[in-house]
């Protein structure tokens, strides 16, 4: 058998678990390393069993009415007594202090669980720890779901940090074998990297892809990973013919689900990303399913077929990638027309991009963001499947959806992916334009104008002005005349913002589009203080702070706050400006809105400037400044007005501390953590170090996986964790399958009730 390797924290809570249960059953998909793990924990707690320590593998007895003799036969009792194997295993074994490990039993989970459960009762010193993809529903029974192999963090590509991770470093032990001079190196860490994350962490995928390495380079090996059944063969010649290829493996797993539970699992393929049940139950139930979804969920969650993603709001589930590509092959192979399956996911999700638009303006908007967010993936592959489609009633439906995701755009943080949607739908050769179209331009030009592209956003505006007097809809006019003005603020022209600015907010008037009106005052505000009108700005801050209240928008508001913080400071008010700009990232902070959050950093920085506290004001500019690189979107995109409040801040700041301990300072607040900036600013500041939980299992916990624990318990998804911490989110994936290792824990809820209690 092959050295084991990492799973320091999967050893060390299976062994509490065994410690503190008399059966402990290890699931997970195939493949994930469960029998390993089980061998490693039974040999490390050898000298806890006096009586001995028994492996008894599972994998080749198929007739129920053989365990008992199989048990029999691995304590080494002789077949030569005419007392039933049952009754000869009850005596032998009442009074041991044994450990009997049952490896791969979930083929055999009914009679396993009642000789099991019968045995237990029979020796009260005797435990047993099983291997199964379906826990056994013993009373008593620990559950411990085996997680993939820790991933390397792909925001650290270096070969000594990547190296760390155990995906990694199993990929290079086991490549050695075939490729004894084979290492990580500044040439191949990026390719290892993505390989291991694309093999979802699975050890038995890791092995057979290091044997592929005896012939292949790693870059080549992961450009034909797409076909990864045919091309993750030849596995251990000791392993079972089942564990020698993926493909295999997994038609073991397939063949003992039920008829429905296969067709369900082989619909489920078509979400990218997680689901919910109200999206199973929409997209992939009919009447050809004899049993209901949730039932059909739960039994796969129970076969380690779909992985459970809980949270204290709604349970999600999804499937590992590796899974979901079998399940892909199952669809199109068995189920009559695998296109009504796609086309229901297409409509489910084109619905939620509709509703999310129509229900923005509201008390749920953080909560929009975060849905849209979560269904990312989903969303996308949804738009892909529109926007390919050959009749003209499904392209229009993908321009309006490419438009109802407006926010997710802008306040969601995916400027550029937003701009992909728009330009597929609005290329030459598309339909006829419609009112949608010209929304699609204008919303093009503002995300345009987000990224400091100016000249390609008024030439957008013009096209979606000539189009709309083609089309002899006005519409749009306060939208249009909103962005040219934004265009001339940033581009420096503060007189013709102004006039563009005020027309805006005529059309808007007129068409009593107050959601419009709440949303965009505190750019004409950000004019007008620029231009010297501080008091027509202070007005035109506390019209939309009104607005947004009456009709429950807070987005527009925090970015009102934000601009009438930055009139306050302009007056020398920096108690009041320090105030607003406090309130005002709080509100950001619910939106995770990274962008918002720079420019509230920066705008604190500035503060601390004049009031001379220079050392925090130069770490606050240190990290707006490195929030924004990140971004892409530098301090210059927003117009030299703006820029120029933060080159003079910068400038006072240089001469407040000296060049040396300035730059010094820069350079410090880059590296500080966001999110821990934001909760102290904030007075929201999570469990301080004094209080960090201590006893058990939880001080296997890093700083780091206690702050994604605290982010978990708020509900946050992991792409909201992510986009929170500002790292990758295989980054909070791999960290939140640590936290539940070392914790023992199934359910981000567990988690969330972990650490309330703490």
């Known amino acids: 058998m092959s050295s084991f390797v990492g799973r320091k924290a999967e050893l060390a809570v299976a062994r509490e678990h065994l410690r503190a249960s008399r059966l402990l059953t290890l699931t997970g998909p195939g493949g994930v390393g469960k029998t390993r793990l089980a061998l490693r924990v039974a040999a490390e707690s050898r000298r806890a069993f006096p009586d001995g320590v028994y492996l008894v593998e599972l994998a080749d ?3 129920p009415s053989l365990l008992p003799e199989t048990l029999a036969n691995a304590l080494g009792l002789a077949q030569q007594t005419a007392r039933a194997p049952y009754a000869q295993l009850r005596r032998h074994l009442a009074d041991r202090c044994a450990l ?6 979930e083929h055999l989970v009914e009679p396993t669980a009642m000789l099991v459960g019968n045995l237990l009762r029979a020796a009260p010193a005797l435990r047993f720890l099983v291997t199964s993809r379906q826990s056994l529903g013993v009373v008593g029974e620990r559950v411990y779901t085996v997680p993939p192999l820790g991933m390397p963090d792909f925001d650290q590509i270096a070969p000594a940090t990547v190296q760390a991770s155990d995906a990694v470093a199993l990929l290079v032990e086991r490549a050695a074998d075939h490729v004894p001079d084979f290492a990580v190196t500044d040439d191949n860490v990026k390719a290892i990297t993505q390989l291991c994350l694309r093999l979802d962490g699975l050890p038995l995928a890791i092995e057979l892809a290091a044997a592929r390495l005896r012939s292949t380079s790693v870059d080549d090996l992961l450009v034909r990973l797409d076909d990864r059944f045919r091309l993750l063969v030849g596995g251990s010649a000791e392993a079972l013919p089942r564990q020698q290829t993926l493909r295999a493996l997994i038609d073991w797993s397939y063949a003992l689900c039920s008829a429905d539970e296969q067709a369900l699992l082989s619909r489920l393929s078509v979400f990218p990303g997680g689901f919910d049940l109200a999206a199973v139950e929409e997209v992939c139930a009919d009447e050809s399913l004899s049993a209901g979804v949730l039932d059909l969920i739960d039994a796969l969650v129970r ?9 204290p709001r709604r349970m999600r589930y999804r499937l590992l990638e590796t899974i979901r590509e079998y399940a892909a092959e199952r669809l199109a192979e068995k189920h009559p027309d695998p ?15 509709t509703r999310a638009a129509e229900e923005w303006c509201g008390a749920d908007q953080a909560e929009w963001l975060a849905t849209l967010r979560r269904e990312h993936a989903n969303l996308r592959a949804a738009f892909e499947n529109t926007a390919a489609a050959d009749d003209a009633d499904s392209r229009q439906t993908a321009v309006i959806m490419a438009v109802s995701l407006q926010w997710h755009w802008i306040a969601g943080g995916f400027l550029a992916e937003g701009r992909r949607w728009l330009r597929r739908v609005l290329t030459p050769d598309t339909d006829q334009p419609t009112v949608s179209s010209v929304d699609a331009m204008w919303l093009d030009a503002y995300l345009g104008l987000l990224q400091g592209d100016l000249n390609t956003a008024r030439n957008r505006l013009n096209q979606a002005e000539t189009t709309a007097d083609t089309l002899g809809t006005t519409h749009a006019a306060g939208y249009i005349a909103q962005l040219r003005a934004m265009a001339a603020l940033f581009g420096g022209d503060l007189g013709t913002a102004r006039s563009f600015y005020e027309t805006a907010l005529a059309e808007h008037e007129a068409n009593d589009n107050e959601a419009a009106i709440a949303g965009f005052l505190f750019q004409l505000a950000t004019t007008y203080t620029f231009c010297g009108e501080t008091k027509l700005a202070a007005e035109a801050c506390e019209r939309s702070i009104r607005i947004s209240e009456d009709c429950g928008e807070r987005w527009g508001r925090g970015y009102a706050m934000w601009a009438l913080a930055l009139n306050r400071w302009l007056e020398d008010d920096f108690s009041g400006a320090e105030d607003l700009a406090r309130q005002s990232l709080g509100i950001t902070l619910e939106f995770n809105d990274q962008l ?6 920066g705008l604190l920085g500035w503060v601390a400037a004049s009031k001379g506290d220079a050392e925090n004001g130069a770490h606050l500019v240190g990290l707006s400044d490195a929030l924004r690189e990140k971004l892409g979107t530098p301090m210059s995109a927003f117009g030299p007005h703006l820029a120029s409040c933060h080159t003079r801040s910068q400038e006072r700041l240089r001469a407040q501390l000296g060049d040396d301990a300035y730059r010094a300072a820069v350079q410090a607040g880059a590296k500080l953590d966001a999110h821990s900036v934001v909760l102290e600013i904030t007075h ?3 469990t301080p170090d004094a209080a960090q939980p201590t006893l058990g299992v939880s001080s296997l916990l890093t700083r780091r996986e206690l702050e994604v624990a605290q982010l978990v318990a708020q509900g946050l998804s992991n792409k909201a964790i992510a986009e929170t911490m500002v790292v990758s989110t295989r980054t909070v994936e791999s960290h939140v399958r640590h936290i539940l290792t070392k914790l023992g824990f199934r359910s981000r809820a567990q988690v969330a009730a972990w650490i309330a209690e703490q």
């Open 61 to 63: 007895v198929d007739d």
């Open 100 to 105: 009997v490990v049952f490896d791969g039993c």
């Open 303 to 311: 076969k380690s077929m779909v992985t459970l993603d809980a949270s």
């Open 339 to 353: 296109q009504v399956v796609r086309r229901r996911h297409r409509d489910y999700y084109a619905r939620l991009a």
């Open 596 to 601: 918002g959050i720079a420019h509230l950093i």
């Open 684 to 686: 929201t500041e999570a």
